[in-house]
């Protein structure tokens, strides 16, 4: 199971950290991908990270603003999303997918419940 967590409500300009929690099997071996959706829209990515953190990748809406890290010794993996502006409020969620890391959403196995992140202007 992925459990997402640190959504909120920020002005813009602001910072939020996400985390992607996972249970019930080790977690070291498999790629995780960020992804966010906004009513009438489809899912769509965000960022990447490979199993090893050895490889992220980053949608052009967010390069250079968001950051992806991993703990796999804490099962998680983090979104560090700085200077948010209004266009980023959407449901942020994690995925995973046994190794690498890729941008479409239905080649990833397993999901989070997703977290609401409201950037204000």
């Known amino acids: 199971q992925l459990q997402a967590s640190g959504g909120g409500l920020v002005q813009a300009g602001g910072s939020l950290r996400l985390s992607c929690a996972a249970s019930g099997r080790p977690f070291s071996s498999y790629g995780v991908g960020w992804f966010r959706q906004t009513p009438g829209k489809e899912r769509e990515f965000v960022a990447s990270i490979t199993w090893s953190a050895g490889s992220t990748d980053y949608a052009d809406s967010v390069k250079g603003r968001f950051t992806c890290s991993r703990d796999n010794d804490k099962n998680t993996v983090y979104l560090q999303m700085n200077s948010l502006k209004p266009e980023d409020t959407a449901v942020y969620y994690c995925?995973?997918?046994?190794?690498?890391?890729?941008?479409?959403?239905?080649?990833?196995?397993?999901w989070g419940q997703g977290t609401l992140v409201t950037v204000s202007s």
């Open positions: 995925a995973a997918r046994k190794f690498g890391m890729t941008r479409m959403t239905a080649t990833y196995d397993y």
